[in-house]
């Protein structure tokens, strides 16, 4: 049994074509998109349609990522301030995107399970059993990664921490697929997990293939999705360009500042990119 995941599409089309021919060409038994279709990147609707038509067409599933819920989130309850409407202005261009389709993220399954001939269980979800945002980190203590993980399966599939990994949790293999539109490991290729069931055992690998990033940066630009009045925007691509995360640390630095109204938006964001160039 060869079951494909794919995960953190992140609107970035050249990666996900890319991803999608070589599994096509792996002809797996499975093929998982395990949340964060959208978001990031500029091609949200593209690839959630894409996605969509090999879930219709070729029994692909797909589970429900934390910027799925954040796209539900904006269309139930719009933005708190103009302040969380301006950092979150990438969002709202993808919310813009997506139009009619964003209803539809509300029947995505949290989870998914699949069993080997001998009844152990692989299971794939967004980040843990704790939630679409609770992170699954390698170097994690082993008391953690068993309360993230339980009721412990045979293999543990997670994403969106955007870094692939592979480690043993008791008899568990845990997997990480890394991120086919934004990885964050520093290695701008994109990340697909294959795991295989054969001779009575569990493997995974890590696939990481180049892409057109040339198509992605035109998507950018004609997308409009890289805006002068989008500052936000910036350290978005910023992330993708370099694959690591730059937003949190932004978070950390200059939010509350900002928030306190000690520091315009613009200002801090241009900050933090001149500090990373030096
Ligand atoms: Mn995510």
């Given at each position: 049994m060869k079951i494909a995941i794919l995960a953190d599409i992140h609107g970035n089309r050249q990666a996900l074509e890319t991803v999608m021919a070589h599994i096509d060409n792996w002809q797996p038994d499975h093929v998982i998109v395990n949340g964060d279709t959208v978001n990031r990147g500029p091609c949200s609707l593209e690839c959630w349609q894409t996605v969509s038509e090999r879930v219709a067409q070729d029994g692909w599933q797909h589970t429900l990522g934390n910027h799925e819920v954040y796209q539900l989130d904006i269309l139930e309850n719009g933005f708190k301030s103009e302040l969380e409407r301006q950092i979150f202005l990438p969002l709202l261009k993808a919310h813009q995107q997506l139009e009619g389709c964003v209803p539809a993220f509300s029947q995505l399954p949290t989870q998914l399970s699949l069993y080997a001939p001998d009844g152990s269980e692989l299971r794939v979800t967004h980040a843990s059993m704790n939630g679409q945002r609770d992170s699954i980190f390698e170097d994690s203590s082993l008391p953690t990664l068993r309360e993230q993980i339980a009721?412990?399966?045979?293999v543990f599939v997670t994403s969106h921490t955007h870094i692939t990994f592979q480690r043993q949790v008791d008899e568990t293999l845990l997997v990480n697929t890394g991120s086919v539109g934004t990885p964050a490991d520093q290695d701008v290729r994109a990340s697909y997990a294959q795991v295989v069931w054969e001779n009575g055992r569990w493997h995974a690998k890590t696939i990481r293939l180049d892409y057109d990033r040339e198509g992605t940066i035109r998507d950018y630009k004609e997308s409009r999705?890289?805006?002068?009045?989008?500052?936000f925007i910036q350290l978005v691509f910023k992330e993708w360009h370099d694959a690591y995360f730059y937003v949190y640390k932004w978070m950390d630095l200059y939010y509350d500042e900002v928030k306190a109204g000690k520091i315009g938006l613009e200002t801090a964001v241009t900050h933090y990119l001149n500090t990373l160039q030096k």
């Open positions: 009721p412990s399966p045979a999705f890289l805006s002068d009045d989008d500052f």
